[in-house]
């Protein structure tokens, strides 16, 4: 973590093809997780401070719960899978109510994903 990281946990990035849905109809992809939060891309705005049902799809772990989104930010323009030029927003939502089992999956995930992208010692083992 570097010095002017304020996050109560690391923050573990997902795979580009990582979807997620807001509201359960707002698609949306995410970009990294935490034990706390997540950081997601979207194309339509959604209000700061509001609680919205997430579902998120992790490597074949499903994950349920009701994030408050933090920060709202545009990201600028994308091309949808029509080809078409869409305006795509940045958002940062906490975990505001995530049940006892969804966190021990996230951080099971969180834990096997951290491993797999930590560099190896480059010992061999014998």
Do not use: C
């Amino acid at each position: 973590m570097d010095k002017g990281e304020k996050r109560r946990s690391p923050r573990v990035r997902t795979e580009k093809a990582t979807a997620g849905r807001l509201k359960l109809t707002v698609p949306v992809a995410i970009r990294d997780v935490s034990l706390y939060g997540v950081r997601l891309e979207l194309s339509s705005a959604v209000r700061p401070g509001q609680i919205y049902d997430m579902k998120a799809e992790l490597k074949g772990v499903t994950l349920s719960a009701q994030g408050a989104d933090h920060a709202m930010l545009r990201g600028g323009l994308r091309t949808d899978v029509n080809g078409s030029r869409v305006l795509q927003y940045n958002a940062g939502a906490e975990f505001a109510l995530i049940a006892d089992d969804q966190r021990k999956l996230l951080e099971q995930w969180i834990e096997k994903e951290a491993s797999l992208k930590r560099p190896s010692s480059g010992r061999s083992a014998g």
